[in-house]
């Protein structure tokens, strides 16, 4: 209890009506009474304690370690949160740390669950096409783990023709994510590594323009000028030229006549 902390004139403020006898700041100096007040109620803006999981919590649980009520302490005075099941339930879980306010970080209102706000950081699941999935359709091991193919129409007899001839394209529950980081198709930004369609000569072309035959394939010479007959007599002195889509790429990686 850190009330032995509180000068003797501020004792007399400390009301049960307040947190249980717990003044937000009160105790640090300089000691000031214009310090709001803080209530199990105002304090859901921080963490909620009025309800939920850690209702009744009191406060020295995660902040009696301290001089100051700003500090506190998820993982050593209360309930479960020892290390070894900690540890085992999120593990694969990029960015995860073990530590006394890193819970915090991905459960700020103390549910055991991440909420589908917060979960919008890594995937998202309140809108686009994977709104409103359950938690076990992808964390079918648990939430420190995940898969992109035990779900709906990821069959890799259907996954790999589409991604034939796809450089580093490897069928597995996690590698979607990488090319696929908001489960929808690839946008145009995350194409232009590879070729730029969202500005310059191919900004807003169709993905079926150059991919006639699915996304594992591409075709620079069915496209508006680029027929071989056209294109044969302007590298007539290029050598080891071939009108082919690879070789179209090989020299002009950005799609522009005389890169390279």
Known sequence: NMAHNVRPWLAAVIGSTILGGCLDQLYAPPYSLERERITRNTHTDLFPIASGAHTGADCNACHGAFDTFTQFDCTTTCHEHAQAVTDASHAGLAGYAYGPTTCYDCHPTG????????????????????????CASCHVAGAGSFSCIDCHEHAQAATDPVHGGLADYV???????????TGEGMSR??????????????????CTTCHPSGYGTFSCIDCHEHLCTS??????????????????????????????
Do not use: W
Not at 111 to 134: C, M, Q, V, W, Y
Not at 189 to 206: E, M, N, T, W
């Open 111 to 134: 549910t055991g669950s991440i909420s589908r706000e917060d979960h919008e950081r890594f995937f998202p699941i309140k809108t686009g096409n994977h709104g409103g999935l359950a």
């Open 171 to 181: 069928y597995g529950p996690t590698t979607c994510y990488t090319c696929h980081p």
């Open 189 to 206: 930004a995350q194409h232009d590594p590879y070729f730029p369609i969202v500005s310059g000569r191919h900004g807003g072309l169709s």
């Open 231 to 260: 294109m044969n007599p302007k590298h007539n002195e290029v050598g080891n030229y071939s009108c082919t889509s690879s070789r179209c790429v090989n020299c002009h990686p950005r799609g522009v006549a005389g890169d390279d």
